[in-house]
């Protein structure tokens, strides 16, 4: 059931079983696993049901570290969050990144992959995602030729793609279906209070953006806001420690992480369509799939590098009929009539040696059309190396609600790029085995420029995860060690970010933790 | 043996300059020697041991003639060898066998010669 606190009707005082703070990915498969128990749970949510400026506005914050997005432009503040603008790239984290490395400070899970395996399998419907499959299996699924890869060097795994499901959309109706669920829409939490010394949430306080304050009292209490926002909730529930809730040991905020991503290798080869055919995204009954590659355990040990993964991209060249007929495609399918319409059917006519055969691959075969390629390299994604200065923190200006915006100072490390130029040497090393090609590192890569890595919007580690209070803000069931009623959702309980998107495993985690509320409360 | 004995000394009384010019039009005829020179000098100044052109020659040779259809062949295998057993080399970026990079250092040598 909806309830738009922005119409003053509503009430201001909410009682519930459970009260989560956040409605994305997090929040809303909390919400849901628990709607099928006999509790009552209140989701507050800080925007409505579509983007608004003003709301959005509360997530702008402060870029002091490594250039990086606009903070607002990498989240997203209303019903189903940051899902809004997901790409939909999925693929679970590997064994090893769960594992404790002696070259790895701060590393380990209190958990294994196979604890997560079966929450990893729920997590797929939930991401509409199909099988529980992202290995080499899928080679013989997609009918495509498997790459006999040196497993001491790379390993080749699939990345999956959700249609990307929008969980504002996807789940609105289940949610406004459950008799035990209140979402209350418009509603920004704005402290988290607890009783004297910090050890139980008591409410937490909400606002709209015309300051009207709002409080949820309930038993238990999960905060799902996203990576930076999660630490910022926490930061600025400062009642009874001045430091913020659960900060006890100084790490709310710190180890934040995320993907460093980069063109990192040029492949130079003869015959490119091949490998274009077999390493760019399949559709097969319905579901998308990408191959990729990463670094196999044995390498990562031995060169004492972190996790990373690999994808190839092209560009096409400038002049091919193909492109010119893909856009134009595109512009008619959008109701658009096409820039430049006159000079991209003289391409298409002049190029007919390109197009034809891809009229034949889209119509006949059912696949996407491939112009030749100008250029084919590596796209790669590493692990980042948990750093304590590397953190989100609460700015000195404030947002329309009166709270400090976030600060993030993003750092990376010299191992972060070590572990992409380790994956690309070995990419070299493969691909010239097997006769594919020949791979020529990037110019970062090889010391000739700074490491400026892309990130991905994916934001974790703030809220670490440890069975240890000194070493983590949550214990392995994601409640805050200080607080027996308060717990975390989302990739910032991440102890470290493994090379893949966080969603998936994310959602897992949101399963699990549902999970362990209905059991204990 | 003999004969192999016998074709080498004639080879290494032919000139060097005249040889690793017959080596690299045998391996790299089509290869944009341009590239190449410059890829093979930065190997070389990496591995200044290396820039011999007689030793060159003959650890791509080995005991075949420029002129033997059998030389690509037996160079392209051993190419793959030097990937199977990681014997490679890291050269302005790009990751080459070994074999190649001394092609490459071959052709540096050439033109640096010409």
């Known amino acids: 059931v909806f309830e738009d606190f922005v119409d003053n009707q509503t009430r201001e005082v909410f009682e519930a079983d459970v009260c989560i703070i956040g409605g994305g990915a997090a929040g809303i498969t909390v919400a849901r696993e628990l709607s099928n128990a006999q509790l009552q749970i209140c989701l507050l949510e800080s925007g409505g049901f579509h983007a608004d400026r003003a709301t959005q506005d509360l997530y702008s914050g402060e870029n002091v570290g490594l250039p990086y997005f606009p903070l607002h432009s990498t989240r997203l503040r209303y019903l189903g969050g940051t899902t809004n603008h997901w790409s939909g790239q999925c693929a679970p984290m590997s064994q090893l990144d769960f594992e404790k490395r002696d070259w790895v400070p701060q590393s380990g899970w209190p958990m294994e992959r196979a604890d997560l395996d079966p929450f990893y399998e729920r997590a797929q419907p939930i991401c509409s995602l199909g099988e529980y499959v992202y290995d080499e299996q899928l080679f013989d699924y997609l009918e495509l030729t498997q790459p006999e890869l040196d497993p001491a060097l790379l390993k080749a795994f699939f990345f999956r793609y959700s249609p990307p499901i929008r969980f504002g959309d996807a789940y609105r109706a289940d949610l406004e279906a459950a008799d035990n669920l209140r979402v209350v829409l418009n509603a920004t939490a704005v402290d988290i209070k607890t009783d004297r010394n910090g050890s139980a949430v008591e409410e937490v306080v909400f606002k709209n953006l015309a300051g009207r304050v709002g409080r949820v009292r309930a038993r238990a209490y999960v905060v799902a806001c996203g990576g930076i926002e999660n630490a910022r909730v926490l930061l600025l529930s400062r009642g009874t420690n001045p430091n913020g809730l659960g900060n006890d040991y100084d790490l709310v905020g710190r180890y934040f992480m995320e993907h460093p991503e980069i063109p990192s290798g040029r492949l130079t080869t003869s015959d490119p369509f091949p490998l274009l055919d077999t390493y760019l995204r399949h559709w097969r009954d319905g579901m998308q799939y990408r191959p990729a590659f990463r670094t196999a355990d044995e390498t990562q040990r031995e060169e004492g590098v972190l996790g990373a993964c690999a994808v190839l991209e092209y560009v096409p060249r400038e002049d091919s009929g193909t492109t010119a007929a893909i856009a134009i495609g595109r512009s008619v399918s959008n109701g658009e009539m096409p820039d430049d319409l006159g000079e991209k059917v003289w391409r298409m006519l002049v190029d007919l040696d390109e197009l034809i055969p891809n009229v034949y691959r889209y119509v006949v075969e059912g696949k996407e059309p491939l112009a030749e390629p100008k250029t084919l390299y590596f796209k790669s994604m590493s692990e980042q190396a948990p750093n304590p200065e590397s953190r989100v923190s609460l700015a000195e200006e404030h947002d329309a609600l009166g709270l400090p915006r976030a600060r993030l100072r993003w750092q990376v490390s010299e191992v972060d790029k070590r572990s992409i130029e380790v994956l690309n040497r070995c990419l070299g090393i493969e691909f010239g085995r097997l006769g594919m090609g020949r791979v020529r590192l990037d110019d970062v890569l090889n010391g000739e420029e700074p490491f400026h890595p892309r990130g991905g919007f994916h934001h974790m580690g703030t809220t670490r995860m440890s069975e240890d209070p000194k070493r983590g803000v949550v214990d392995p069931d994601c409640r805050v060690h200080s607080t027996s009623n308060l717990y975390v959702a989302g990739s910032s309980v991440f102890p470290t970010s493994g090379h893949v998107n966080p969603t998936l495993t994310l959602v897992a985690l949101a399963v699990r933790l549902a999970d362990h509320l209905g059991e204990v409360l | ?114």
């Open chain 2, 1 to 114: 043996l003999l004969l192999a004995a016998g074709w080498w000394n004639a080879v290494s009384r032919q000139e060097p300059a005249e040889l690793a010019r017959a080596v690299l039009n045998a391996l790299a005829p089509h290869g944009d020697r341009g590239a190449l020179s410059s890829i093979g000098a930065r190997y070389i100044a990496c591995h200044p041991k290396e820039a011999d052109l007689q030793r060159l020659c003959r650890v791509l040779v080995g005991d075949l003639r420029p002129s033997d259809p059998e030389l690509r062949r037996s160079v392209t295998s051993r190419i793959r060898a030097d990937f199977a057993s990681k014997d490679v080399a890291q050269v302005d970026g790009w990751i080459l066998s070994k074999t190649e990079a001394r092609i490459c250092a071959l052709a540096s040598l050439v033109e640096a010669q010409a």
